[in-house]
């Protein structure tokens, strides 16, 4: 006989994964959309639209996003050393599955998305901007937050269903930027969402910041360099 605890639980999990369903389904729908008109928009007009379902998914289920670790931190220069941790292990997991994926499959770069960042200051602006909404806080807090989250609770809460929730989000992390890096680089972005989703299970659902910083570090780094040239 179904207690009803039990009921709860089945309840809580199949919530969990409609709402993971509703947000994977505007990613990808609303990416594959406005790829049609635009490779540079594509991915943070997606991202947008699944922030304001996560969003509101989130608050009808009575949380917030500061329930899965997006908290004004007790101590920044704590935060910043998290950072600095954080940032190390980004290079580290970047550095070392570029070279394991070069010797299977060639690096294409970004394909040219960005070319327009060079040595324009309108572009280097403007990428920016998405650097620090879509491409830190927005992918963070649902690449990491709510899919790891959402994830955990849909396979029954345990510590191996978060790992499991990790993976799973890693390869759809890698999924999302193959369109424009190929298999080289949704490899290598694949294993980045692996260790970055590890570290939120180890401390991120206290604080996310680190993760948020650290990766818009590296995007702004990186976007720096295609500026200059």
Do not use: C
């Amino acid at each position: 006989m179904i207690t009803p605890n039990q009921n709860e639980v089945d309840t809580g999990r199949f919530a969990a994964f409609i709402d993971l369903a509703i947000v994977a389904g505007v990613l990808v729908t609303v990416k594959q959309t406005v790829l049609q008109f635009s490779v540079v928009y594509g991915g943070p007009a997606s991202t947008f639209a699944a922030m304001a379902a996560a969003t509101w998914l989130l608050y009808r289920r009575g949380f917030r996003w500061a329930d899965l670790g997006f908290v004004w931190p007790e101590s920044w220069l704590k935060t910043l050393g998290w950072t600095a941790l954080v940032f190390a292990a980004f290079l580290v997991t970047a550095g070392t599955s570029s070279a394991v994926a070069d010797q299977f499959v060639p690096d294409v770069g970004a394909s040219g998305r960005f070319d327009f960042v060079k040595g324009s200051w309108a572009g280097y602006l403007t990428i920016m901007a998405l650097v620090w909404t879509h491409g830190s806080f927005f992918e963070e807090l649902l690449f990491r937050a709510f899919v790891i989250t959402k994830g955990q609770t849909a396979l029954g809460g345990t510590r191996m269903a978060g790992i499991v929730a990790v993976v799973l989000s890693a390869v759809f992390f890698g999924y999302r930027h193959y369109y424009y890096q190929g298999l080289h680089g949704a490899f290598v972005t694949g294993m980045i969402g692996l260790v970055f989703g590890l570290i939120y299970l180890w401390f991120g659902r206290r604080n996310v910041w680190p993760l948020i910083l650290a990766h818009g570090l590296a995007n702004s780094i990186a976007q720096t360099s295609r500026f200059l040239g």
